[in-house]
């Protein structure tokens, strides 16, 4: 079983920056694939980005692909997005997802979510 909380949404301006955090609970993080996901209202929740349990394999959607860093710690139990030159169409709620296999682009990829973080970029 693995717990994830994330932290770090808010409200920025078009061109800022955020860093959401999600921290995991359980002692075989380091054995799971994370992946960040957003869903807007209105919108189905679509992919992100995911990282392998090492680390060596990551993946982006088109829309983030130059502008979001995926990356992990897994002495920390903590998987973080860096988001830059943020826009308006950013602003959704996102969620981090566990999976003791590959990562996936696939909401139905993952096993546990958490609870979400509202990001918010206004034009």
């Known amino acids: 079983q693995v717990q994830l909380v994330e932290s770090g949404g808010g409200l920025v301006q078009a061109g800022g920056s955020l860093r959401l955090s999600c921290a995991a609970s359980?002692?075989?993080?380091?054995?799971?694939?994370m992946g960040w996901f957003r869903q807007a209202p209105g919108k189905e929740r679509e992919f992100v980005a995911a990282i392998s349990w090492s680390g060596g394999r990551i993946y982006y959607a088109d829309s983030v692909k130059g502008r979001f860093t995926i990356s992990r710690d897994n002495a920390k139990n903590t998987v973080y997005l860096q988001m830059n030159s943020l826009k308006p169409e950013d602003t959704a709620v996102y969620y981090c997802?566990?999976?003791?296999?590959?990562?996936?682009?696939?909401?139905?990829?993952?096993?546990?979510w958490g609870q979400g973080t509202q990001v918010t970029v206004s034009s």
């Open positions: 359980g002692r075989t993080f380091s054995s799971y694939a």
């Open positions: 997802a566990a999976v003791g296999g590959p990562p996936s682009p696939r909401p139905g990829g993952y096993d546990y």
